[in-house]
């Protein structure tokens, strides 16, 4: 990409630079200014540089791009030396962790060839410091910062974006001021308290005995104290203003820490503790590019970015055997938080399902200064703040990839106080979100959706909401859900009539809460202006997750498999009965009710499958679990065909077509329609399927290799733990030959 580039400052950063280029070959000729002639001589040895000299004039002469990676309090003065060197096409970038100064240096010393500096700051780094820790693996998979300025020359600041990409770093853009306020928070500040702690603690008349039995939080929490000390009295004296401004939000969080522990206050100390454990989580996996799932169980912070978004390759044949209890509702989780959220007084809940699109739900609610301790073990204790209790978050709430948290969560704040916007990730993003806001605009809701009707959802605040009759044009649990939870802050009744039944755990779940819903034929009621009491609930396994080991175990000669305590409830039934209508052989036993929920083992054995016309008022009782169905269809003797179910073409993705083009590289025959597909069963092969990150292609696919006569091989499988961790390692147990690889990017 570059004939000549020069380092200026070759220590870790500068030597890791050399490294990278020299591995990707980004360059042709790599030269390196230092004042040490030691140094120049170890990176020379090192292979690192072609080329050295303490001249930094000299050293930049007819480069065509320039790094600087000095400390930041000698920039400018680095700079000034070099700037008679530069010839007039020369890019010119930085390292430097502090960008607000160092732009106004760069503008002193550089004249007129500060059009061609783009000022970045490569975040990583490492215990090591000096040429010989350089490393060529530093910068990947690791964020760079460019904070260009109205002045930049664009095609400046594209060509260095590009070279940071090509040595494998994902480049952010950001506003100077910004990016020293980010740092200052997240980076300058833990660093000054490590230094504060470790010096007030050394300077104790007894600091040796403190020292001697100091635990592992200790040397944790102060292992960044023995960072270069000049270095960071650079960062600190120029980025002054920030660090304080940090340092102030800091001694705000202390004092309330000392407060709750003053006055006793157990409830505020734990919110306090379990707002910090779930933001680390936060943190741990937007840094490793990992889910959240799996941050809140891991603490090597470099290891989880090995599977950040894991390929499935399934070896074919074999066939599923044994008990397995998979993960709780996951319709249920949502509403169990939410309630819960919203009762007087404490709510023990269990089998709570620890997935991503739960645990959004529940990070919403800490959001607006609910306590919630844990999830462990699927067990959860929620301190509810009653009806109108929640308070305005600080930031919009981001729903993940979760489609029933941004849904229902946007009838239940229609009702609030305050304003609040709902986001989400790119595939949440593009999916209907007026089919929500409509009914509750005519409540009196005051709603915006983004563009084309999707997020983000704004909701403003203060509305006064009335009861209204809301007949659904097209059958959605959400939808009614939505209604409903607004209903519950409106004026007056607000009912819902559905063409035909969908879930009903939003009205089962209110009246275990103390909140009646009256139910007459298709149509729930329910009055304003109630509450809702705390408890105890159990959620049920999820009949979804446990959908894949149903057909799984139908469709693999010798498979037996019980399923113990799944939700049964008739509104999510149908795929047990479209299986059973397909010959599979699906029993239900120890039937009972749990909570106002009817749970039950289910008993499957593997059965000669038949297609079928899937009846149409079966589709929304199993709308979920149609992509585990296409499989038993395409192993299934004859045509199956499906119609009605449009729905599909909008959830995580378009499951029509993505399951038909799984098919078809399976070699499986088939004709989509608008509102479904025709499958013909018979043998299939293997192949690569793209999932497009939806869970539910991804465990259905993988269910398919029982059948396949080559292995199956799924990318893009990381939000299986959206409903179901822990999957693979559960389908194996059961005798699916499933691997779980690094992505292609990966390897």
């Not at 703040?385 to 993940?400: D, E, R, S, T």
């Not at 009702?415 to 595939?427: K, M, R, Y």
């Not at 939003?506 to 103390?514: H, K």
């Amino acid at each position: 990409m570059f004939r000549r580039v020069a380092i200026i400052g070759l220590g870790l950063i500068g030597g890791s630079f050399a490294a990278a280029l020299r591995r990707q070959g980004l360059a042709g000729t790599v030269v390196a200014g230092s004042r040490s002639a030691r140094t120049l001589e170890q990176g020379l040895a090192l292979g690192l540089i072609d080329e050295g000299s303490q001249d930094l004039a000299l050293a930049v002469r007819g480069a065509d791009l320039v790094f600087v990676s000095t400390p930041v309090s000698v920039m400018e003065t680095v700079l000034e030396k070099l700037a008679p060197g530069l010839s007039d096409r020369a890019l010119v970038t930085d390292g430097g962790s502090v960008k607000t100064a160092v732009i106004d240096q760069a503008r002193r010393a550089l004249g007129a060839h500060f059009a061609r500096f783009v000022p970045g700051h490569p975040i990583a780094g490492k215990e090591k410091s000096g040429v010989e820790a350089a490393d060529a693996d530093l910068y990947r998979r690791h964020r760079v910062i460019l904070t260009p300025v109205a002045d930049t020359d664009p095609d400046a600041a594209r060509r260095v974006r590009a070279l940071w990409t090509a040595i494998g770093a994902e480049v952010l853009s950001m506003a100077p001021e910004h990016h020293d306020q980010v740092l200052a928070e997240t980076s300058h500040l833990p660093h000054l308290l490590a230094f504060s702690l470790v010096d007030t603690l050394a300077r104790q008349g007894d600091s040796t005995e403190i020292f001697r039995y100091a635990a592992g939080g200790f040397r944790d929490f102060t292992r960044i104290a023995g960072s270069d000390p000049v270095m960071w009295h650079d960062i600190f004296r120029e980025n002054r203003g920030a660090v304080l401004d940090a340092l102030g939000l800091f001694r705000d969080g202390i004092d309330r820490f000392q407060r709750a522990i003053e006055d006793n206050d157990s409830e505020a100390l734990m919110g306090i503790m379990t707002r910090a454990n779930s933001a680390r989580a936060h943190f741990l996996a937007m840094n490793a590019r990992t889910s959240y799932t799996r941050a809140r169980h891991s603490d090597d912070e470099t290891g989880m970015t090995q599977h950040s978004d894991p390929t499935f390759v399934v070896a074919p044949g074999g066939r599923l055997q044994g008990r397995l209890r998979v993960p709780g509702d996951k319709s249920m989780s949502h509403r169990s938080i939410m309630l819960a959220s919203l009762a007087e007084g404490s709510t023990e809940i269990g089998g709570f399902l620890e997935g991503e699109d739960a645990l959004a739900t529940l990070q919403a609610f800490r959001d607006m200064g609910v306590v919630i301790e844990g999830p462990h073990n699927g067990r959860v204790l929620v301190h509810g703040v009653g009806l109108h209790g929640l308070k305005a978050p600080g930031k919009p709430l981001y729903m993940g990839n979760s489609g029933t948290s941004m849904r229902l969560l946007t009838g239940l704040l229609a009702g609030q106080a305050f304003d609040t916007e709902l986001t989400g990730d790119a595939s949440l993003s593009k999916r209907p979100m007026e089919r929500v806001a409509r009914p509750l605009r005519e409540m009196g809701a005051v709603i915006e959706t983004g563009e084309g009707g999707r997020p983000p959802v704004r909701i403003r605040g203060g509305a006064a909401l009335k009861g209204i009759h809301y007949d659904l044009p097209m059958a959605s649990a959400q939808v009614k859900s939505a209604v409903l939870l607004a209903g519950l802050y409106a004026e007056g009744d607000t009912s819902v009539t559905e063409p035909a039944p969908t879930r009903d755990h939003t009205e089962r779940m209110l009246n275990g809460f103390g909140y009646p819903v009256r139910r007459d034929g298709a149509t729930a009621t329910l009055s304003g202006g109630g509450a809702l009491r705390g408890g105890q609930l159990d959620v049920p396994a999820d009949i979804s997750s446990a959908a894949f080991f149903l057909v799984g175990a139908s469709i693999a000669e010798g498979g037996e498999v019980t399923l113990p305590h799944v939700g049964v409830n008739p509104t999510r039934t149908g795929v047990i009965d479209i299986l059973k209508r397909m010959g599979a052989d699906i029993r239900l036993e120890n039937q009972r009710d749990a909570g106002g929920e009817p749970v039950a083992d289910l008993v499957v054995k593997s059965a000669p499958l038949k297609g079928i016309v899937i009846p149409e008022e079966l589709v929304p009782l199993a709308i979920d679990e149609l992509p585990a169905v296409f499989i038993a269809a395409a192993c299934a003797e004859g045509e199956t065909v499906l119609r009605g179910a449009e729905e599909l073409r909008v959830k995580e993705s378009d499951r029509i077509q993505v399951m038909a083009d799984g098919l078809a590289t399976l070699g499986v025959e088939h004709e989509v329609y608008e509102d479904g597909i025709r499958i013909v069963g018979g043998p299939y092969g293997g192949g690569e399927v793209e999932s497009h990150g939806d869970h539910r292609i991804a465990m259905s696919f993988a269910m398919a290799a029982l059948r396949a006569s080559a292995p199956i091989t799924i990318h893009h499988c990381a939000n299986v733990a959206t409903s179901f961790p822990g999957f693979a390692e559960l389908a194996r147990a059961a005798g699916l030959a499933l691997e779980v690889q690094a992505p292609r990017e990966d390897r």
